[in-house]
């Protein structure tokens, strides 16, 4: 039995290399979660006006789809790779499971009941990885995998989205935050680096649990929690010092950096529109919180479109060869895709904050192109890379 697990991109494919050749049912599961995201966006389209025949289940549901659907699915996808135990594919299997469900417009109990299960599922995959590696980065995670089911177990418990969506950010952020924290380890340690960051997380956890009580208080405390980590991020991250290399080492870096600068915006949109604003204009505090208007719109796609696509656009080069068995060579192209993000949050969050709803949904369409030209650009190089002559170095992952 293995005493250390590695929960690195890199680690990852690492792990896939010694095992051969990739599963054949990880395909699917795969498979499932681009669908979950492609109704997702397709949903998210038609909530922002664009009149286009969508399923009823995917403009109702949109956010649980893309956050347990699409990223629970592909987050369990990883775990259990990494893991490289059967039973942990239960996890992706469910959430990919109550996706269909929820698009199908099945009845929503037994769906989310099959979130609830696959994020469950994830904590206890961290239960045995915090048995062989109890270090800060592993429990961090664990901490988002334990958001995720507070989030979900709202879920299925009748509250609305916008009083439990800070669960399931704590889902991402935490996961996401843990990894980068397995890779800083790379870079000199020092006590007032641990400090900072285990300080920037528990002002966010903070946050999170008053959002039970006071919601707006919550949302502004978390937001403080998320420039803190984004700042953090921001220096300690060994993508700041990647992003002066070439290739895709620099292209990884560029894409983390800028979704911490998103993260940072997020959070400063979540303090200011939750609480401070509302604390400033002398409303009452059982007004303060996002709500469900542009603020919030804003607020929750400078993180879930800003944040969490760069991270998925930097780490997919890695993420998807040790996944799918393939490799993916590397083009200054897909910087493309990247730019095209970028632009379309900004425009998103500009459409939002000055009511400019045609900027909004035209910016919306624009993210959506910016994902589906991600996905073809990333096909594209696995292509390219299956037609390279027999000897040829295939590269494409330092």
Not at 51 to 70: K, L, R, Y
Not at 130 to 141: E, G, H, K
Not at 241 to 260: D, I, K, W
Not at 381 to 398: C, E, F, M, V, Y
Request: with cysteine; glycine share 12%.
């Amino acid at each position: 039995m293995r005493t250390h697990i590695d929960l690195s991109a890199s680690a990852i494919g690492r792990e896939h290399a010694r095992s051969g050749a990739v599963a054949s049912w990880r395909f699917p599961l795969l498979v499932a979660a681009i669908l979950a995201l492609t109704m997702g966006l397709w949903g998210g389209l038609t909530r922002m006006g664009w009149a286009w025949p969508a399923p009823t289940g995917a403009i109702i549901e949109h956010g649980g789809i893309m956050v347990g659907g699409f990223l629970g699915t592909l987050l369990g996808l990883e775990r259990a790779v990494a893991l490289g135990r059967r039973w942990c594919y239960i996890g992706p299997a469910a959430s990919a499971a109550g996706a269909i469900l929820l698009i199908a417009g099945a009845p929503p109990i037994p769906a989310i009941a099959l979130m609830l299960l696959a994020s469950l599922v994830m904590l206890l995959d961290f239960y045995f990885i915090l048995r062989r590696r109890a270090a800060m980065f592993t429990l961090v995670m664990a901490t988002g995998a334990a958001a995720w089911v507070v989030g979900n177990a709202l879920w299925l418990a009748g509250q609305p989205i916008e009083q439990l969506v800070f669960w399931w950010i704590g889902f991402l952020v935490l996961t996401i935050a843990g990894e980068r924290l397995e890779l800083s380890r790379l870079l000199p340690q020092s006590a007032q680096k641990c400090t900072g960051f285990a300080a920037a997380a528990t002002l966010f956890l903070l946050g999170l649990a008053v959002t039970s009580f006071y919601s707006g208080l919550g949302e502004g405390l978390a937001g403080l929690g998320l420039v803190a980590v984004a700042t953090w991020l921001a220096i300690y991250d060994v993508a700041r010092r990647t992003v002066s290399g070439t290739g895709l080492t620099r292209f990884v870096a560029v894409c983390l950096l800028s979704g911490y600068l998103w993260l940072g915006v997020a959070g400063i949109l979540a303090a200011a529109y939750g609480a401070f604003l509302p604390l400033i204009h002398g409303e009452p505090a059982a007004q303060w919180a996002l709500g469900s208007g542009a603020n919030y719109d804003a607020t929750l796609h400078a993180l879930f479109l800003g944040f969490v696509f760069a991270m998925i656009f930097g780490h997919a080069p890695i993420i998807f060869p040790a996944v799918l068995g393939v490799r993916i060579v590397y083009s200054r192209r897909f910087y493309i895709h990247l730019l095209v993000l970028q632009i379309s949050v900004l425009g998103r969050i500009a459409g939002d904050l000055f009511s400019d709803w045609t900027l909004r949904r035209w910016s919306g369409l624009l993210s959506a192109f910016a994902i589906i030209l991600f996905f073809s650009q990333t096909v594209f190089a696995i292509r390219r890379n299956d037609r390279l002559p027999p000897g040829q170095s295939k590269g494409g992952l330092t």
